[in-house]
């Protein structure tokens, strides 16, 4: 067992391109973006475990010996769950009402917070299982990720807690040597903490794509496709403005306007279905060339892919206002945006091209801010799941507590 303190990121996702279409078997291209959850390990020997999520308002302590005596019938069920998993058990109801008996809930809890602790649970237990004792210890995680805003916070939470408890627990090793400031696990460990990470977004989302946490692992840029996914090859990492109208939409109502429209006009939308593929597809080819020998000319062509895929998501019906009014805004300052999700609100990206000035950057995030929109100046094709040094993060750690 690691005596150290762990420090680790992940970032959260956006959809490039491929909203919707991704529904009728297209390809989406999603891209790590580079706002981060942290988690801070502590294993100490007080027969406690503690987690702490300041973002939401949960902090909750276990005695360890309560845990193991109640997670019994939940452990041995995990040795029965191995399957075509090979080691990583699936949860199952009976577990999720094994781990409510454990959670302990306040009477006040939402919905986001219960689901929160219970993937927690479930982690610590079924990774931790191999442990003679559970281990005492004390997480922290925060993040710079709004949630429910359709940009993967929940998997960057559950790829933090997988990879922190497979590395406490040596299941993999810490790669962080002396003198590092960062680093990553290799492609073998990487595979393991996706797999365990999927199992949390299963507690949380019930039956979840398996693209959030695989993009929050990777990093970098990830095709899917009729549930394939595959890395792309070096991608570039893009500046970008991460727009959130907080305009509330349901992904769900969202989904079913697309295919009912599909239904209604199809020769209508299903060209444009094809249309947003080829979208996909142009841009992977794009981006593949800027990863070899990056041009100016890249960059109008990403913007040119950006407009269209924008006018075929509002021709789809899944648009807004907002959405509008964030595209003028922007365009009104010479930048391209569109949508990225779900649509009918929520989130919007603006690519920023190498050569923008930054007072024209900031003049533009002041425009959307006084929209009552929120605006987020990061990148796209960030690293994946990363190990940390505490001198390496001090100032975005202080930044991200300081914005609790």
Not at 7 to 27: D, N, Q, W, Y
Not at 379 to 389: E, T
Request: proline share 5%; hydrophobic share 40%; charged share 20%.
């Amino acid at each position: 067992m690691l005596s150290d303190v762990l420090l680790i990121s992940a970032p959260g996702k956006v959809i490039l391109h491929g909203e919707h279409a991704v529904v009728h078997g297209k390809v989406a291209l999603a891209v790590a973006l580079n706002l981060r959850t942290f988690l801070r390990l502590q294993p100490h020997s007080s027969g406690k475990v503690s987690l702490s999520l300041p973002n939401i308002g949960i902090k909750q302590v276990w005695d360890v010996a309560r845990l193991q005596l109640l997670g019994m019938s939940f452990l041995d069920k995990c040795k029965e769950e191995k399957q075509e998993q090979g080691d990583i058990p699936a949860p199952t109801a009976e577990q999720m009402e094994t781990l409510k008996e454990a959670a302990g809930f306040p009477v006040d809890c939402a919905i986001n917070e219960h689901l929160a602790v219970l993937a927690f649970l479930y982690l610590y237990l079924a990774i931790c299982r191999k442990q003679r004792t559970l281990p005492s210890l004390d997480i922290v995680l925060w993040s710079e990720l709004p949630t429910g805003a359709g940009l993967g916070s929940s998997a960057a939470y559950s790829v933090c807690l997988a990879a922190a408890l497979l590395t406490v627990c040596e299941e993999i090793p810490n790669p962080l040597k002396d003198g590092d400031l960062t680093n990553r696990w290799t492609g073998e460990d990487l595979e393991l903490i996706n797999r365990w990470a999927f199992q949390g977004e299963r507690v949380i989302h019930g039956n979840p794509s398996g693209v959030d946490n695989a993009v929050s692992t990777w990093g970098g840029a990830l095709r899917y496709q009729q549930g394939k996914i595959s890395s792309l090859d070096r991608p570039p990492a893009l500046k970008i403005l991460l727009t959130n109208t907080k305009v509330p939409r349901s992904t769900k109502a969202l989904v079913a306007n697309v295919r009912s429209r599909l239904v209604k006009y199809p020769e209508i939308v299903a060209p444009l279905l094809t249309s947003i593929d080829a979208i996909s597809l142009e841009c992977e080819r794009v981006l593949g060339e800027m990863a070899a020998a990056p041009a100016p000319e890249q960059y109008l062509m990403l913007e040119e892919l950006i407009d269209m895929n924008q006018h075929h998501l509002n021709a789809l019906g899944v648009g807004h206002t907002s959405l509008d009014q964030m595209c003028q805004v922007t365009m009104a300052h010479g930048l391209h945006s569109k949508l990225t999700g779900a649509g009918g609100g929520g989130c919007g990206i603006t690519l920023l091209k190498p050569d923008l000035e930054q007072p024209e950057v900031e003049a533009t995030k002041q425009a959307l801010t006084s929209c009552g929109f929120d605006c987020w100046e990061t990148s796209i094709g960030a690293p994946g799941v990363s190990v940390h040094s505490a001198a390496s993060l001090d100032t975005r750690i202080q930044q991200a507590l300081d914005g609790l």
